[in-house]
């Protein structure tokens, strides 16, 4: 096996085909039926209608996708299937359904063998350790999650060309989606409080309909945000919290092992040939023959192999400060956000409590009304009583005697204010309500 063919075992279908296009026996391609030819560009440029990277076309299920090359920061338009996309990065359907622009699904971030599936807010992406593919939505080629996908992929390509740290691929297109998921909830937070102090301070000067209709809309709207930015957090919170799934995001490591793990073992595999090959023209052994030579090279060979990936492993896993230092400084980030949003949270119930206090009080001073207001019906309810006893059909001395009647009015009267004074002394004592 020469250095050629090893390389093109070891390289991903992306680099593969670059090497193919470069290399000094460049194979002639032939475009599938119906595909339309197009250079790399932008994120908005041309569409590439063959499958990327040399993938069969097959029928249904194509996703336009951005591909954001790792070496060079080109970016281009591809149509991809999603069982082609299964089969070369080793991705289950429901990582992939994660990016479906047709369901609404949480944010995640998920670390696997040779890709990491982000599903941040409005940026959907499967990053490698030679390219990102960024999802977009055809159906909204305008929208703001189209501007969302120009500005990451602008982003990334501005990262890649100044590069001044040392990060791999991965982490970098990484830290651009969780930049992008961070700034686009604070800012949505921001808004969100902008609308919400001066509705909430009107609200406690002004209580109508209309205001508790417009705080209960915007509970509504901080009940979901508080709820999407908790998930981002949870979910950078459990990668810090879990080494393994870190190491599983340290690809462009696990990449670079991969290929000392096969050159050592064409190595080994070279002086195994070598050995049989002087084996020949040497006397031969009973001891040693050559498919016994052959066995036990390749013996060592899958021995150094797995030594060399179990050596890997390890040291993924002991070797994550740089990548927990990075996902701490945006939980940083959407933990301000959270309690941001947790603080208004709390504004909000402060001043829902304020307004049932005011509503309790203007319900006690009614009922203070309605109290005085029926103690005075019952003193009132004396003169009727009096009435009706002086307006019966029989006679009375009384009647004839001068002054009687304004005499019976004024004893009535001050009866009525002792009664009165007799009731407001009773619930004053009683505390029905303060006087």
Known sequence: MDHDHLKDRLLLPSSRAAAAANGPHRRRVTPAAGSRGGGGGGAGGGGVAIDVNGLKRRGGGRRSWVRVDAATGASQSVEVAKPALMRRLDLPARDLRLLDPLFV???AILGRERAVVCNLERIRCIITADEALILRDPDAAEGATAEAVRRYVDDLQRRLVDRADDLPFEFIALEVALEAACSFLDSQAVELEAEAYPLLDELTTKISTLNLERVRRLKSKLVALTRR??????EIEQLMDDDGDMAEMYLTEKKRRMEASLLDDEDLQGIGNNRFGSSLSAPVSPVS???????????????RSRHDSFKSSNSSQYNIEELEMLLEAYFVVIDYTLSKLT???????DTEDFINIQLDNVRNQLIQFELLLTTATFVVAIFGVVSGVFGMNFVVPLFS??????WTLAITGVCGVVIFCCFLWYFKKRRFFPL
């Open 229 to 234: 930015v908790q998930k981002v957090r949870d």
């Open 401 to 406: 005697a001068p002054h009687a009647f304004e």
């Open 289 to 303: 023959s050559p498919p016994a030579s052959r066995m036990l090279e390749k013996e060592l060979s899958f021995a």
């Open 343 to 349: 603080s208004l949270k709390e504004y909000i119930d």
């Open 105 to 107: 699904y949480p944010s």
